[in-house]
Structure formats: C-alpha cells, structure tokens
T-cell receptor
Framework: GDSVTQMEGPVTLSEEAFLTINCTYTATGYPSLFWYVQYPGEGLQLLLKATKADDKGSNKGFEATYRKETTSFHLEKGSVQVSDSAVYFCALSEGGSWGKLQFGAGTQVVVTP | DTAVSQTPKYLVTQMGNDKSIKCEQNLGHDTMYWYKQDSKKFLKIMFSYNNKELIINETVPNRFSPKSPDKAHLNLHINSLELGDSAVYFC????????????FGNGTRLTVT
C-alpha cells in the first residue's frame, strides 16, 4: 500500500540555519502531498501542500516541491527560528479515499538560540 | 471560535472503565475523523464519517465505537479500557475532497492505569 518515509529526528539546529527534512513516498496513483506541523501540546496544522507533480507548496518560509521522478517531497527552510521548533509530518492522501492521510513517522526539530 | 474542539483535554482512568471523548467542529465540514497518536508520535487513522455515515473503519478493536449525531459532531466511546489504549486521540475535519486539508483539534491525552 501507500506509505511515507521521512528522516528520523530529532534534528537540532541553531537559529538562522538551513533546514531540510527528507520525505519520500510510495503510491500506486497520483496522491496529493502535505506537510503538517505539530507544536507542543497542540494538534497538527497544515503547513503546505502540493497536488500534482512539480507543484511547489510554500508557507511561512517553508517550501517543498512534489518530485514524481524521485517520489520525494522534501521540506526546506532557509533560516529557521526558535519558534519553528516542532514535529513535522509528511503525509499523502490515498486515491479514492479523501482524508485518509498516510502520515510519516514525524521529525522533531529543535532550534536553539 | 475554536474550529475543532475536543473534550476532555486529559483523561486518566483505570483499566476496564468506559470513557467517551467528544468532538465538535464549526467549519461547516462534511467529514470528520479520529486519529490515534502513539507515544512515538506515529499517527494512524481510526475512523472517518461523512455526513454522519461511517466511511473509513480501520482495524480498530470493537471496544471503540464512534458516534456522529450530526455532521458537526463526532464522539468516540471506548469500552473496557486497556493499558495499550493510552495515547493522544485527535479529532479532525475536512471538506470531502482528495486534496482538502485536515483541521485537527488539540488532542485528548488518554492515560489508562
């Protein structure tokens, strides 16, 4: 079945460093891809999404490009802040079943001052 | 004006008890979900309802019974609680389309002792 693999954390960075979180997927069809963020004690929030190949999702300085050839959707941010400390989840939506998101295992990001 | 609200936020109970978690959304969405997040942050869908009808029912013990009295509410009742049920349970809602993002509540942390 469909699955999502993302890099293990925790990822610890200094403020203003460059962040990359790798995400690859396997899917039989053409899924939509998402990044969600979970701040401590809160539910998940949509960070960005891409619905077809070569789409780039972006929000709050984060970007991710839907790469069909490498089945990847890596998340990047050029200069992180302490407030970006959170758990980041890559997810895909399975064809024919809306809302049934397949999540990756989550990557904890810790940004230090 | 919380979009997806679930209660209680924390629930501590003993094995064998029966408990319920309530969820309400004011976004006008047709579809609601229950997700379970384990201690390693792994998220897995449990149930999904669309317009009060069950559309996703993953392999979940039948001690778990969702109930949707109307499309703005989806409650989760758990019978005969077990230690392994300890987790954070998230309610979410969305429009009924493949690339519609999920809006999550802040979670209910269930601890079974």
């Amino acid at each position: 079945g469909d699955s999502v693999t993302q890099m293990e954390g925790p990822v610890t960075l200094s403020e203003e460093a460059f962040l990359t979180i790798n995400c690859t997927y396997t899917a039989t069809g053409y899924p939509s891809l998402f990044w969600y963020v979970q701040y401590p004690g809160e539910g998940l929030q949509l960070l960005l999404k891409a619905t077809k190949a070569d789409d780039k999702g972006s929000n709050k300085g984060f970007e991710a490009t839907y790469r069909k050839e490498t089945t990847s959707f890596h998340l990047e941010k050029g200069s992180v802040q302490v407030s970006d400390s959170a758990v980041y989840f890559c997810a895909l939506s399975e064809g024919g079943s809306w809302g049934k998101l397949q999540f990756g295992a989550g990557t904890q990001v810790v940004v230090t001052p | 004006d919380t979009a997806v609200s679930q209660t209680p936020k924390y629930l501590v109970t003993q094995m064998g008890n029966d408990k319920s978690i309530k969820c309400e959304q004011n976004l006008g969405h047709d579809t609601m979900y229950w997700y379970k997040q384990d201690s390693k942050k792994f998220l897995k869908i449990m149930f999904s309802y669309n317009n009060k009808e069950l559309i996703i029912n993953e392999t979940v013990p039948n001690r778990f019974s969702p109930k949707s009295p109307d499309k703005a509410h989806l409650n989760l009742h758990i019978n005969s609680l077990e230690l392994g049920d300890s987790a954070v349970y998230f309610c979410a809602s969305s429009r009924a389309s493949l690339d519609s993002p999920l809006h999550f509540g802040n979670g209910t942390r269930l601890t079974v002792t």
